[in-house]
């Protein structure tokens, strides 16, 4: 009796510390939150792109492709693919470049720079608030800040937020003024760049651009992909600000991706039309990572190849 | 030559903080404003200055809408901060575990999901997420604003697992020979030893957490489950004329906890951003 107890027992313990076992108990968290909150709702809203549905109907109606080509009637959609197109150009490379160059000039041995780094970090800390995009609305509204800046500086205000050509400027530049992140993981990549490639380079008589161009950037490159593509991915989903900074106006000159997907969801209820939406921004961004990555294989540099 | 040197070294450092503080203006002008009143503000003087150094606005900012203050409103936000934190600490080190140290069947199916969710854009998910939990009648509720965090977080489930390939694998194996099982290792060994990538997790998330504001926005309704995000931007929602001293006000609190952290914590957050990236 006692027996075959112990045996029951070290085989259940024995099946517990195999590590087929062990490594899905470890996993299980991801595993669950895996299938439901990811696996399911993509296929949930796969489906739902195909049909016509809305919070409190009983069924979804299957319509076919009828939101996908609505989709390309819909002029307010075109303006928000246009406009967010406009955002992530304009925002992505300056933020990088002009993080690039911040931590660039902040690689001097001094003990300032942990306390410039920081500062200059500070922008990303806040930035993704409620409380700073508020701010920023009121930075650039008509008797703003920035208005009370050019008009001391002789030029005329500017209605930022009453324009359809200007609105979307203060949005890019506040993602611009977020550059901390990428600034930070640059630095950490600058470190790692060994000082002999720069003392050869001296040697053989480069100066200060040429030894940026020839030695900073290629061995970066693999940063520089890597913030490109998480950064480009970040900007499509833009949120936030553009709902409290401008909700989208003026005339929808504002009307991110995100915040439209938002609006024909929550504001309209039309659950099957903002799936179709939500899956052709999910192709479209997919797209755009994949030409970024195979355009990377020209221009970055891998030190396994030479 | 050295004079040369000297002069050049100053320029730098006036440039670099001059810039730096055009980048905190945003900032600086907010945290003045909260302690001018709202002409002052609307007339958008460049003074960091306020004329008269007030704090009406703190007062009349916390009294919040409607009877609920901001007191319930940071309470809330502590609370879902507090519990999503800790729920990302536990699960993303369980998982990171079983992805670097144990080899089992699916390991590398489950980590390419992993990283797929990382690349996944939120919104192509939140649509039907919210249908699901609409369906269970967790809507509205705190529920949907946690729950996800206990299920492994795959940006600090990779940071956490970059950090683990640093700890000595000998340590393992020492353990084991003293008869300590896989699970003995993660608690004793593991565990201990990633501390500074918990603590990095911690900020991190604790920072996303405080700051989001599409989830309470879609899963609060009651004002008071409201959490400080959703609260402020009452302010410039009211029908009548927004009171900007008081946002302001209530926006320099919400940013004090964000603010504290980073000057304790600074080392541990640029450490975390450096070695495994980070996005916004």
Known sequence: MVDTKRTASTRLSMFFNNDNVVGHVFAAPFIFGFICFSFIPICMSLYYAFTDYSLGSKVAVFVGAKNFLMLFEDEVFIKSIKKTLQYVFFAVPLKLSFALLVAFVLTRKSRMVTFYRSLYYVPSLVGGSVAVALVWKQLFARKGLFNSVLMNMGFEKINWFGSEALAIYPLILMAVWQFGSSMIIFAAGLKEIPSTYYEAAQIDGANGFQSFFRITLPCLSPIILYNLVMQTISSFMTFTQAFVITAGGPNNATMLYALNVYNQAFKYNRMGYACAMSWVMLVVMSLITLVIFRTSKFWVFSESES | ?280
């Not at chain 2, 919210?130 to 299920?151: N, Q, S």
């Not at chain 2, 309470?216 to 009452?234: E, G």
């Open chain 2, 1 to 280: 030559m050295r004079e040369k040197r000297l002069l050049r070294k100053i320029f730098y450092h006036l440039l670099v903080m001059l810039f730096g503080f055009i980048m905190i203006y945003p900032v600086l002008w907010m945290i003045s404003g909260s302690f001018k009143d709202n002409s002052e503000i609307l007339r958008g003087t460049l003074s960091l200055i306020p004329k008269a150094f007030k704090t009406t606005n703190y007062h009349t900012g916390w009294k919040g809408f409607g009877g609920t203050t901001f007191f319930t409103f940071f309470k809330n936000s502590l609370l879902v901060t507090t519990i999503a934190t800790f729920g990302t600490v536990l699960s993303s080190s369980l998982v990171s575990y079983s992805f670097s140290r144990i080899r089992f069947k699916g390991r590398n199916l489950w980590f390419t999901f992993m990283l797929a969710t990382m690349m996944l854009p939120g919104q192509v998910i939140m649509i039907p997420q919210y249908l699901i939990y609409y369906r269970l009648g967790l809507v509205p509720g705190y529920v949907p604003l946690v729950l996800p965090y206990f299920c492994g977080q795959a940006f600090f489930i990779y940071q956490m697992m970059q950090f683990m390939q640093g700890i000595p694998r000998e340590l393992d194996e020492a353990a084991k020979i003293d008869g300590c099982s896989k699970y003995g290792i993660y608690s004793r060994i593991i565990l201990p030893l990633l501390k500074p990538a918990i603590v990095t997790t911690i900020i991190i998330q604790f920072y996303w957490k405080w700051d989001d504001y599409m989830g309470p926005l879609l899963y609060l309704s009651r004002p008071q489950s409201y959490t400080a995000s959703i609260a402020i931007k009452l302010f410039a929602d009211s029908a009548s004329v927004t009171d900007y001293g008081a946002m302001f006000a209530m926006s320099t609190l919400s940013l004090v906890p964000v603010f504290l952290i980073f000057l304790f914590f600074n080392k541990y957050l640029v450490e975390g951003i450096g070695t495994s990236g980070l996005k916004g």
